[in-house]
């Protein structure tokens, strides 16, 4: 199982931003879909995930600027980034963790999308 992220891209600060994250194909169980993004010379961070029951979490630096959702039946996931800051400037990756069949757990990531955020 692959993911593929897209929707990076370059957007002036203040500036609005859709990445989205699917799987290659259909996983047995899903139980917890995120973003993290590692900025240049900085550690990979946890950005937002979302769990069972549409639980999410955020980072306390994109909290009410950034909406992850999930579209359950297509594996398919996404980051909706507003007010964009140039400190959000990152490569942004989706992980998804799960099971790929009733005895098989999966902890996947995407190769990542670059966002550039300009001043």
């Known amino acids: 199982v692959q993911l593929q992220a897209s929707g990076g891209g370059l957007v002036r600060a203040g500036g609005s931003l859709k990445v989205s994250c699917a799987t290659s194909?259909?996983?047995?169980?899903?139980?917890?879909m995120a973003w993290y993004r590692q900025a240049p010379g900085k550690q990979r961070e946890l950005v937002a995930g979302?769990?069972?029951?549409?639980?999410?979490n955020y980072a306390d630096s994109v909290k009410g600027r950034f909406s992850i959702s999930r579209n359950s039946a297509k594996n398919r996931v996404y980051l909706q980034m507003n007010s964009l800051k140039p400190e959000d400037t990152a490569v942004y990756y989706c992980n998804v963790q799960g099971y790929s069949d009733p005895w098989t757990e999966l902890d996947i990531w995407g190769k990542g999308t670059l966002v550039t955020v300009s001043s």
């Open positions: 194909e259909t996983i047995f169980s899903v139980k917890y």
């Open positions: 979302i769990g069972d029951g549409s639980r999410t």
